[in-house]
């Protein structure tokens, strides 16, 4: 029985899903990690792990007090 992937990088595929098919697109502002962790129903530390997982991923950035973007592809 495969293993399934763990939370954080279910949300983290998803959101680069919609990066990729343009639903988000580059520039704009992503959901605070509040609210990715009550639009996946995942603990806010789950939707922090997912946003450092997209960073890592090099899919978007940060602006202090601002916010997070999407990357220009």
């Given at each position: 029985?495969?293993?399934?992937?763990?939370?954080?990088?279910?949300?983290?595929?998803?959101?680069?899903q919609k990066i990729r098919?343009?639903?988000?697109?580059?520039?704009?502002?992503?959901?605070?990690?509040?609210?990715?962790?009550?639009?996946?129903?995942?603990?806010?530390?789950?939707?922090?792990?997912?946003?450092?997982?997209?960073?890592?991923?090099?899919?978007?950035?940060?602006?202090?007090?601002?916010?997070?973007?999407?990357?220009?592809?």
């Amino acid at each position: 029985m495969p293993t399934r992937p763990p939370h954080y990088r279910r949300v983290a595929d998803d959101i680069e899903q919609k990066i990729r098919s343009g639903e988000y697109s580059a520039g704009q502002q992503l959901p605070s990690v509040s609210e990715i962790g009550e639009l996946y129903n995942v603990a806010r530390s789950t939707a922090y792990r997912a946003v450092k997982e997209l960073h890592e991923r090099n899919l978007i950035y940060g602006q202090q007090g601002q916010g997070v973007f999407v990357a220009d592809s």
